[in-house]
């Protein structure tokens, strides 16, 4: 194993509550969190077509739902002991950002709790809205193929993106989607810790 690839919303910071309710202020008729929930079966973006949102999301900063976002993201804490793992394999692993959000609120919360350099890329919606080939640009970033990285991620349709390109997955259980769903994505395992997702991404070698 040489690199570990994170999904950030669900993953670093627990931020699910404050995504659904930008999506409230964007969509009149907004999903329930159960149908917001499933969004993530794939990628949210053409999810979000399929269930017609009043309002796309836009990559830009000035959009309603990111200008909301920020400002909350802010005020978020990264997940109990999520920063002391990541700083532990960043002496081991090259890792990068694998997100469906954009980049420069990353880039600040990242700075904020002094973990901006541990990663050597994000590639966030302003790259592309494919984390198919935004994992495909990083393993050749990191001249790396499929099965020398692994992928940390909260939802289903992270998983199904990342196999495309050959990459596993390790599920986390704090996030965005339930350990049930999570399942059905194959990963190499499903963590309920950040402690525990250390020990499982070193028992990889």
Known sequence: MKSVLFDFDGVIVDSFELSYRCVGIVNPNPP???????YFDGN???STEVNRQKKKFEVSEDDP??????????ELDPVDGMSEVLRTLNVDYRSAIISSS????????????QLDGIFEEIYGAE????????????????????????FITDTLGD?????????????VTWGFQKESNLKKGNPVAIV?????????????G
């Open 32 to 38: 329930t969190k159960e149908e917001y929930r499933r």
């Open 44 to 46: 949210i973006f053409k």
């Open 65 to 74: 739902f990111n200008v909301e976002y920020v400002l909350g993201l802010l």
């Open 102 to 113: 954009i980049n420069n609120p990353i880039k600040k919360y990242l700075n904020k709790f």
């Open 127 to 150: 790259f592309s809205l494919s984390k198919e080939v935004k994992i495909k640009v990083a393993l050749e970033k990191f001249q790396i193929t499929g099965d020398e990285a692994v």
């Open 159 to 171: 998983m199904r993106e990342a196999a495309k390109v050959g990459v596993k997955s390790i599920g």
């Open 192 to 204: 309920n810790t950040p402690e525990e997702l250390l020990a499982t991404i070193e028992s990889l």
